[in-house]
């Protein structure tokens, strides 16, 4: 080793923000001695970049408040040696060193270590398309981006229109801000349904919100072409053909991760395509370790290996990688817990969270799955201000295992869903979220709820009380009853279904056949419970509860774009 002490051991962070940043310190408050240098190739170590549409927006004035950690912290609080703009260009595992080039003079120099963090992160997907470089076409991933797109709102106040080209979380949120600038916005997604990661029949409800709020939706198609005047955005052109005026154009499509660096080394890359690591977050090399959005994790539901380009997960990574590696790859047992996307994104006055695994998904499984849908207030409905919240329940049908769940509502589906995600955490199952001791007074919650109501629901399937089907999966030979009020059944129904009020089914059996198979319908998913139970005890052979009710049933005819209501 040169220029150092023998003794002293050297870590490399490569990449700040979440992971590299979290590393760096935890590595410095677990080894006082080592030394730390952390490389940066942008101008920034450590920022909120889920803030950054807030501050577009304006909900967020303060642009330093964005800056989570500057430099001069790090050097001064925790004595790391920040290097911003420094790029590292290659690994010699062999060697333990890196070659590095300064971004603002391009001179170049090697670096040695002992021990390697991988924090390079992720980039923005941009499609290779005509007009994609035109100067006010935008992705939104750094505080350079940002900086880029605010300055040319302010400078630009006369903007009437922009799209937004994807909606996921990122999409969603600039929508919303922009709206909230008095600006015009198109949603474009290629996929048929806004923020893909939602079961439709969920998502649908985000779509009604957006719709409500004048947002122009336009699902199940691409971007093909953008094209411009004097390098500035005029139009763009979808793959159906149709034509937008526009002004500006943000790219919000998803992000791949910067894995070309570990690649060149022959550091192993998942099926995934984020670096392999293990519970400790090391490489297939031992002294290399990967954190953030370029790394893979253990995904919860399945097992196996896959990227979840989350701030929480980035977080809890690095903290385990810089304690490995101040240790020289021994700590005490710490280790990754399998990671499950919880998240969350507000959207005008609805928000929606979701952890695990949607049903879509879990249908891949080898598995027998099921799923509930119950809605309910977010607390007592008699006291005043309740709002109601839909959550959906993914499960295995056979042992109870929780795979999932989603939550749509005004307020209140955040603390839901953490709930959910902790007794996943613990390997909780159904079972348990009926004995959850959970907060209850008026303005907060009620004696039953939702959560309480969803484990309910599921355990009444897994004890055979009741067979569960979802409302997509009525067919035409089921014979269809619906167990609501004449006012509520005058509004919308389900054709050619069975109207017998929940109250009056004891003295009206015999107009129903007994031998075919009954879905059974009603507002919610209650009622209709109680319908079946009378009718499973009566004699009737096969008797099926449609979850959600009539309003899962609308969400999944509206998703499917198919409109078959009867009114």
Not at 186 to 199: R, Y
Not at 246 to 257: A, C, F, N
Not at 440 to 463: M, S
Not at 481 to 496: G, K, S
């Amino acid at each position: 080793m040169t220029n150092r002490e023998q003794n002293t051991k050297r870590i490399v962070v490569i990449g700040g923000v979440a992971g590299g940043a979290s590393a760096a310190t935890r590595a410095r408050r677990m080894n006082e001695h080592a030394e730390i240098i952390l490389l940066e190739k942008d101008g920034y170590v450590s920022f909120a970049n889920c803030g950054l549409p807030y501050y577009i927006g304006g909900e967020i004035t303060d642009r330093e408040k964005l800056l989570v950690a500057k430099p001069e912290l790090l050097i001064n609080r925790y004595n790391i040696d920040v290097r911003i703009y420094n790029k590292a260009t290659a690994i010699d595992k062999n060697n333990k060193q890196i070659t590095v080039e300064n971004t603002q003079d391009g001179n170049t120099y090697t670096l040695q270590y002992d021990q390697l963090i991988l924090s390079p992160g992720a980039r923005p997907i941009v499609p290779p398309i005509d007009g994609v470089k035109t100067g006010n076409v935008y992705t939104l991933r750094n505080v350079e981006d940002t900086d880029q797109i605010k300055t040319y709102l302010d400078l630009n106040p006369n903007i009437k229109h922009i799209t937004v080209v994807g909606a996921g979380f990122i999409g969603l949120e600039m929508v919303e801000q922009l709206h909230h600038l008095g600006i015009q916005v198109s949603l474009i997604e290629l996929q048929n349904q806004v923020l893909p990661l939602l079961d439709p029949d969920m998502a649908i409800m985000l779509e009604d919100e957006l719709v409500k709020n004048n947002i122009e939706v336009i699902t199940g198609d691409g971007l093909r072409s953008i094209y411009n005047t004097d390098d500035k955005v005029s139009s763009v052109t979808l793959t159906s053909g149709k034509s937008i005026d526009t002004d500006m154009v943000l790219l919000g499509i998803g992000v791949t991760p910067n894995n070309e660096l570990a690649a060149d080394a022959d550091i192993a890359i998942g099926e995934r395509g984020g670096i392999k690591t293990d519970i400790a977050h090391r490489t297939s090399d031992r002294s290399i370790y990967a954190v953030g959005d370029v790394a893979e994790y253990i995904y919860g539901p399945t097992g196996q290996s896959m990227r979840v380009p989350l701030a929480g997960p980035a977080n809890r990574a690095g903290r385990i990688a810089g304690t490995y590696a101040a240790a020289n790859g021994h700590s005490p047992a710490l280790e990754m817990s399998p990671v499950l996307g919880t998240s969350a994104v507000r959207l005008f006055n609805q928000s929606a969270a979701m952890t695990g695994m949607s049903l879509k998904m879990a249908k891949n499984l080898d598995q027998h799955v099921s799923s509930v849908t119950v809605t309910a207030n977010d607390h007592v409905g008699y006291y005043p201000g309740a709002t109601p919240i839909t959550l959906k329940l993914v499960y295995i049908k056979d042992s109870g295992k929780i795979l999932g769940a989603q939550a749509i509502g005004h307020k209140g589906v955040d603390k839901r869903i953490d709930v959910i995600a902790t007794l996943m955490h613990m390997k909780g199952t159904v079972r348990d979220m009926i004995g959850l001791d959970l907060v209850y007074a008026p303005p907060f919650g009620a004696a039953k709820d939702i959560v309480h109501q969803a484990g309910f629901a599921a355990t009444n399937e897994l004890d055979n009380l009741i067979n569960v089907i979802q409302p997509n999966e009525i067919t035409d030979d089921m014979q269809v009853l619906d167990v609501r009020t004449m006012p509520e059944r005058q509004t919308t129904a389900i054709p050619n279904s069975v109207h017998i009020p929940v109250d009056n089914l004891r003295e009206h059996l015999d107009d129903l056949d007994n031998t075919k198979t009954t879905a059974v319908v009603c507002g919610s998913g209650l009622r209709s419970y109680i319908a079946a139970r009378i009718l499973m005890q009566r004699g009737f052979v096969n008797v099926l509860n449609v979850s959600g009710g009539m309003s899962s049933w609308i969400r999944h005819q509206k998703a499917s774009r198919t409109q078959t209501i009867v009114s």
